[in-house]
């Protein structure tokens, strides 16, 4: 009988010992569901959205080698959710409009839109290097009624 309560005391001891080590290992930076969505940090109070918020010279090129001339893109909030941002002056005032984004970690994409109703649509994604605050972008912009693809990378540097 004495052999059986202490075979239990040490299963129990043993469960007891894992539960602890796993509570000590998880947090919030393991655990992507620990923030609600568009929130990151220790708190989960900083909004994923705020290290792209700002003015970003832009130095743009287009895959056949044309540079364009370097601009200043300005990304704000977008207030519709808490994880779209809008860029204003982007690709250099191609669009009248704010060109709108959905952001996450350390990324954000550009669905297919045609912002200010042009014809000409656009599509993409940036990625942001948090240590060097420069965003790496990829773009299309393509004219709606001839199917032409214009394709451009860019680095942004924060101002």
């Known amino acids: 009988m004495k052999s059986v309560k202490q ?4 299963a129990l001891l043993s469960l007891g010992a ?8 998880c947090n919030k930076e393991d655990d992507p569901v620990g923030c609600p969505v568009g929130y990151e940090g220790d708190d989960c109070a900083t909004e994923i959205r705020a290290k792209f ?4 010279t832009a130095q743009d090129e287009e895959t056949d080698g044309t540079e364009l001339a370097a601009y200043n893109a300005i990304i704000t909030k977008n207030t519709s959710s808490i994880t779209k941002l809008n860029i204003g002056n982007f690709s250099d005032g ?3 409009v704010n060109v ?4 996450s970690t350390s990324t954000f994409d550009i669905p297919a839109q045609d912002p200010d109703e042009d014809g000409y649509q656009v599509e993409g994604s940036g990625s942001l290097d ?3 605050n420069v965003i790496s972008v990829e773009y299309t912009i393509t004219e709606v009624s ?3 693809v214009k394709s451009y990378t860019g680095t942004w540097t924060k101002i």
Do not use: C, P, R
């Not at 709108?100 to 952001?103: E, K, M, Q, S, T």
């Open 100 to 103: 709108v984004v959905n952001a």
């Open 7 to 10: 075979l239990a005391f040490a």
């Open 53 to 56: 918020e700002g003015t970003w």
């Open 146 to 148: 001839s199917g032409l």
């Open 130 to 132: 948090i240590e060097t």
């Open 94 to 96: 191609y669009y009248d």
């Open 18 to 25: 894992l539960g602890a080590i796993t509570m000590v290992s």
